[in-house]
């Protein structure tokens, strides 16, 4: 059984009023932001179910954007976000739906730019998060390692190719999460690492053949 | 050579007996040997949150903005003027702990900076008890840290079996944890033994179990805000009688184990969905009008 800290009971230092509704919603927005990776003309979000009816009282808005944005969970200037400078530089709308095939605090970030880029998440309680979909793939990780993304065409050897790459440079995975929809058509890979993959090993993935998808995402700070 | 898998209360109690040692040393040990940190880098952790809660109580004190929703942000400044009119039955330390858990809670529902120990809704109550009493009573910042994480250890074997949310098991595993880490924690300051911190929070638990979750609206304000203070008061209690040997005839892991059973037990109406109790009365529905019509 992993061993709890009693850290984790006495932090995070937070803005309020909620976990999961204010510091989710931060911890989302920053999350998506280093998929996303690039600078975005303009972001859509679509929040649902509770988030969708309960987030005006929380601030959930006003978290999902300074996430975007690159503010931390425990910057006071959240509470007035709408009128940073960061925020007047992007343009952004906030739609509300209601979907109960979905989590009930779900949020789509649709990223418009020189790059396009939908990202779909789920705020999970406690603060925590998960990225279910990238485009038109689905993943899951959660923001707390370096984590390596794959989206595959489901061929033999992949897991393997792809590994060997990593630890030839002697970088430790911590996990490796791998998830396939029918057999012969798309798969994914998360692959969790102590440290950073730098940019040669970065291209030597890239170089692989069949794969959709190549994304590094950066673990958060908190 | 210290114990490092420790998962209940019984097994801290045990270990701490055999290295001759305070739980809150235990704690910092066994965390600094599996974070691979030292234990003052886990120190200056604690040290770093405590800092945080003595700055929401400072904001909270001087404001009275209201929340988002514009249902509550106003009432520790009446409790303050009320104070300098008339000061408490209870004395200082009283208006203290009950200013400072206002304060600190409120300060959360206006978005400001807050420590979620152990949840944003009950922010309130370990800080508020720990400073008041710190203030009051002459204790270092060395012994408020020990204190702290005194109470952050007890949340966390109480975690090791029940989620700390009010979705899984009401008010009581939120509101009703925080009181009874700060009721280890006063202890642990005014110089209680390992024994009597253990009771302290025995007894802080034991008269919260089937503490429900039904926030109005949805929103973490009513009941949550006022509840604070009432339960860091309900923490000294506590700390009051264990620290005069009085113990819980039933022992701390077994408390545990009835807030998981009642927890369990608990309608899921009453976990956080808001779907009974104060959420569904009459003026909640009401007041879920009026702010959903914005
Ligand atoms: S009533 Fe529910 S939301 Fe409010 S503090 Fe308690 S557990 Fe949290």
Redesign the interface.
């Known amino acids: 059984?992993a061993?709890?800290?009693?850290?984790?009971?006495?932090?995070?230092?937070?803005?309020?009023?909620?976990?999961s509704h204010?510091?989710g919603a931060v911890r989302l927005g920053l999350l998506a932001r280093n998929v996303y990776d690039a600078s975005p003309h303009k972001v859509t979000f679509r929040l649902y179910n509770?988030y969708a009816?309960?987030g005006?009282?929380?601030?959930t808005d006003?978290g999902l954007l300074a996430g975007v944005l690159g503010f931390a969970v425990?910057d006071?200037r959240?509470?007035h976000i709408f009128e940073q400078p960061e925020a007047k530089q992007i343009a952004y709308e906030f739609q509300y739906l209601e979907d109960f095939n979905r989590h009930p605090n779900a949020v789509d970030f649709i990223f418009e730019g020189d790059l396009n880029m939908f990202v779909a998440g789920d705020s999970v309680?406690?603060?925590e998060v998960v990225i279910r979909k990238i485009n038109e793939f689905s993943v899951k990780f959660t923001g707390k390692f370096n984590t390596l993304l794959l989206v595959y065409r489901d061929v033999p050897g992949m897991i393997s190719r792809v590994t060997k790459v990593i630890q030839e440079k002697n970088i430790n995975i911590a996990s490796l999460h791998c998830d396939r929809y029918a057999k012969g058509e798309e798969a994914s890979m998360c692959i969790c690492v102590d440290g950073e993959l730098d940019e040669e090993i970065l291209k030597l993935i890239e170089g692989i053949e069949n794969l959709y998808l190549v994304r590094y995402v950066r673990k958060l700070e908190h | 050579m210290i114990e490092k898998d420790i998962n209940s209360f019984e097994q801290l109690y045990k270990a701490c007996n055999i290295a001759n040692v305070s739980i809150y040393k235990l704690a910092q040990t066994r965390e600094a040997y599996l974070s691979e940190k030292t234990e003052n880098e886990v120190r200056e952790i604690v040290k770093r949150s405590l800092e945080a809660m003595k700055d929401a109580i400072k904001s909270g004190l001087n404001s009275n903005e209201l929340s988002l929703s514009g249902m509550c942000g106003a009432d520790c400044e009446r409790l303050q003027k009320r104070f300098q009119r008339k000061p408490a039955l209870f004395g200082n330390t009283f208006e203290k702990i009950t200013a400072y858990a206002l304060a600190t809670s409120e300060e959360n529902l206006r978005m400001g900076k807050i420590v979620a120990c152990p949840t944003a809704g009950s922010c309130g109550i370990v800080p508020s008890v720990l400073v008041a009493v710190g203030e009051n009573f002459n204790i270092s910042e060395y012994e408020q840290i020990n204190a702290l994480i005194t109470a952050g250890e007890i949340g966390r074997i109480v975690s090791n079996k029940v989620a700390l949310a009010g979705a899984v098991a009401g008010c009581q595993a939120e509101c009703g944890v925080a009181s009874a880490m700060s009721a280890g924690a006063v202890c642990q300051m005014l110089g209680g033994s390992n024994k009597q911190i253990l009771n302290a929070v025995a007894l802080a638990l034991k008269n919260l179990l089937g503490l429900t979750c039904d926030p109005v609206c949805g929103l973490v304000e009513i009941p949550c805000v006022k509840r604070n203070p009432f339960l860091a008061i309900h923490a000294v209690t506590a700390a009051e009688l264990a620290l005069a040997d009085i113990e819980s005839k039933i022992p701390l892991d077994e408390i545990v184990d009835a807030l998981e059973q009642t927890g369990k037990l608990m309608s899921p109406t009453l976990k956080e969905s808001s779907q009974a109790g104060l959420a569904k009365t009459k003026t909640a529905l009401e007041l879920e009008k009026s702010l959903f019509k914005k």
């Open positions: 059984m061993q709890s800290s009693f850290i984790d009971i006495i932090t995070p230092i937070m803005v309020g009023p909620s976990s204010t510091a509770s009816q309960t005006f009282g929380h601030g006003k425990d006071k959240i509470r309680g406690a603060g």
